[in-house]
């Protein structure tokens, strides 16, 4: 149902100027500028207070995978709300969407994760996850079992413990002390750590690094390494087809747990329903948010291996964890059709398609002289600039390319995320091929512009 309104652009943008204090943005920045304030979605487009229209070349945050405004999904939010708003799960209640989701999920992710609690978010998820990892060693008896292994890169989300984990040191720097007890890897990425090996020799020394940090540290120490499939954040790292069949026999092999953080991976966006299924490596426990419900309602969680389960629901225990939005009534039921649609409207095998032809049209950019590397997996895809190709030396801060690639690329009617090292692009999982040459076009055009 479209709601006809009218908006008054400038006492909005003065309005947020005023009050709404942003995340992750440069808040001089909007004080001076003022806010970019959309008002109103449909499919891959994007409508601001002034009227121009967008394609949403970022999803929202990487989570709007069905396309914006489906009703399918306000329908129902909307009997869910009229007929129970919300129940929580602790003390062993329930409501049938979470049950309903869980036994979903349950079906669609490999055996043997079939046990899922839920949470609002995607750092609540890896919190959940981490102290999970921890909780289940202190049941079988190996309470030392605490560290954690992250990469360099990683983004968790930034809760104090999913922060830890976070690999990006622009989210640390003035929030310390930081939570010790997190030891960070050495990144797949190849372009900048891999340089003169074979991608097999590259990941044989990314093995190597973890036995010795394994060997370093002790394997009685380690609860748990928790990794995106493809790490996002950091920068779309899409590691060697190996490097997941590599690193899980070595953490098997010492008993240290698998988390797969899905919150970007999960739902489609790299042409697999799940990232794991990307890599054929099945984690002992997942994070997920995000694509779960597409961003219409928050939700996030975890699932747990049959064996995870079963430890945790030792007798005479409490298990000491949740949220009190986890397993959200109207957040689940909202879940259930966007998973439908994901499924029934080929949203993923789309994504792979569409992924590969953009990344074909985005790779005609590499002969450009400040062009580093170009790559993506399904709709995850990533442009790297760099001052000098041969030296692969950054563009000086004080140039601003983010802030300049973002002017340009909005102004041309599309959002992407361009950060200081380049620009990432992850359109909804239903965008079609006029609008993926419309994001080529544009990135090309922009990038022109800006880097000459
Ligand atoms: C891989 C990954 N994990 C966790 C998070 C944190 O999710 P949230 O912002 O919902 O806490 C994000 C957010 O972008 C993410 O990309």
């Not at 540290?217 to 390494?225: C, F, N, R």
Request: proline content about 6%; aromatic content about 8%.
């Amino acid at each position: 149902m479209a709601v006809a309104q009218t908006w008054n652009a400038a006492e909005l943008i003065a309005q947020d100027r005023a009050h709404l204090l942003h995340p992750v943005s440069n808040l001089h920045a909007i004080q001076r500028d003022g806010a970019l304030v959309m008002v109103r979605g449909e499919g891959v487009y994007l409508w601001d207070a002034e009227g121009n229209r967008y394609i949403d070349a970022f999803a929202g945050l990487w989570n709007v995978n069905i396309g914006h405004a489906r009703p399918e999904l306000a329908d129902a939010a909307a009997a869910q709300f009229h007929t129970l708003e919300f129940a929580p799960t602790f003390f062993g209640m329930a409501s049938p969407p979470p049950i309903e989701l869980a036994t979903k999920l349950a079906e669609i992710f490999p055996d043997p994760l079939n046990h899922f609690q839920f949470t609002s978010g995607g750092a609540e998820s890896n919190e959940t996850a981490l102290k999970i990892a921890r909780y289940y060693w202190y049941l079988k008896g190996q309470p030392g079992k605490i560290k954690i292994l992250s990469r360099r890169k990683a983004y968790h989300g930034i809760a104090m413990g999913a922060l830890a984990a976070t690999g990006i040191p622009g989210y640390h720097e003035g929030f310390g002390p930081e939570v010790p007890g997190y030891i960070h890897l050495t990144p797949p990425y190849q372009y900048r750590h891999g340089e003169g090996m074979s991608e097999d020799e590259f990941v044989a020394s990314l093995v190597r690094e973890l036995e010795e940090t394994i060997a370093r540290e002790g394997a009685d120490t380690i609860a748990a390494m928790i990794g995106e499939p493809i790490q996002g954040a950091g920068g779309v790292v899409v590691p060697p087809d190996a490097y997941w069949h590599a690193i899980a026999p070595v953490l098997r092999a010492n008993n240290i747990l698998l988390i797969f953080d899905e919150v970007i991976t999960g739902f489609g966006r790299t042409g697999q329903l799940f990232g794991m299924q990307t890599y054929g490596e099945t984690p002992d426990m997942v994070s997920f948010a995000k694509g779960i419900t597409s961003g219409y309602l928050p939700l996030g969680g975890v699932g747990v291996s049959d064996e995870i389960f079963e430890t945790l629901a030792a007798p005479d225990r409490m298990f000491m964890h949740g949220f009190t939005y986890s397993g959200h009534p109207v957040a689940c039921a909202v879940a259930l059709p966007n998973i439908r649609i994901i499924q029934d409207e080929h949203l993923v095998e789309n994504a792979a398609t569409g992924g590969a032809y953009l990344l074909d049209r985005l790779r005609a950019l590499e002969d450009r002289p400040y062009i580093g590397d170009v790559r993506g997996k399904g709709l995850m895809l990533f442009v790297e600039i760099v001052a000098d190709k041969q030296s692969k030396a950054l563009v000086d801060a004080a140039f601003n390319l983010s802030g300049k690639l973002t002017r340009a690329t909005r102004q041309r009617g599309i959002i992407v995320r361009p950060v200081a090292d380049g620009v990432a692009i992850a359109p909804p999982l239903s965008i079609q091929q006029p609008d993926l040459d419309v994001i080529a076009d544009v990135l090309t055009d922009s990038l022109t512009e800006v880097m000459g």
